[in-house]
């Protein structure tokens, strides 16, 4: 069963646009690599280890190990990121999607990761109470990193669930008093 819904306060939400303009820095305990091979048929590859973290602009991608793969200019075109995969990103108005999963596969030149295993997504929607979330659960949910919208699917016997915040609640009227029972007039002699 699949499931296409765009996680979204009441104001459409778009990923932050300037980090696709950013830099991809990839910081780890190890790597091993090579570049695409001149006969183009084969790309470039690098293989991180420990402790793996993946910055562009407010973009954070962090795991256990992770296979970045290279064009023929060798740039950083999809990283698989394996082993307590994170991903967090801010959208314009400064609110976080933050999700978990077993394996997270980022196509840094597709805008967008694809989250498999356990995978949790949580995104922000009050940025003056950063605990209201909207929450998804699934077997696989894919996030596209440009405009913050998401599918997710369930392929065992668990459902995909989600948790949406209510609107914005209007303090609740006083309740209504009954009538005041008229005062006791004295008699008159």
């Known amino acids: 069963m699949a499931l296409g ?3 979204l306060a009441s104001v459409p939400a778009i990923a932050k646009q300037s980090d696709r303009n950013e830099q991809i820095h990839v910081d780890s305990t190890s790597f091993d690599g090579t570049q695409q ?5 084969e790309p470039g590859k690098v293989i991180w280890t420990g402790n793996v973290v993946l910055t562009q ?3 954070k991608v962090t795991g ?3 296979t970045g793969y290279l064009d023929g200019d060798n740039q950083l075109t999809r990283v698989i990121v394996e082993g307590n995969a994170h991903i967090q990103q801010q959208d314009e108005q400064n609110l976080w999607m933050r999700g978990n999963a077993d394996t997270i596969d980022y ?4 805008d967008f990761a694809v989250l498999t ?3 949790h997504v949580e995104k922000e929607v009050d ?3 950063r605990k209201k979330l909207n929450q998804s659960n699934g077997d696989k949910l894919t996030y596209n990193t440009a ?3 998401m599918t997710g699917e369930s392929n065992g016997a668990a459902p995909v669930h989600m948790i949406f915040q209510p609107k914005q609640q209007q303090p609740a009227a006083a309740p209504a008093q009954p009538p005041a029972a008229p005062a006791a007039q004295p008699k008159k002699p």
């Open 107 to 110: 196509k840094a030149d597709q």
């Open 37 to 41: 091979q001149p006969n183009g048929k």
């Open 127 to 129: 940025p003056a109470d």
């Open 5 to 7: 819904v765009g996680l």
């Open 147 to 149: 405009n913050s919208t």
């Open 117 to 119: 295993g356990h995978a």
């Open 57 to 59: 602009g407010t973009m």
């Open 64 to 66: 256990n190990k992770a």
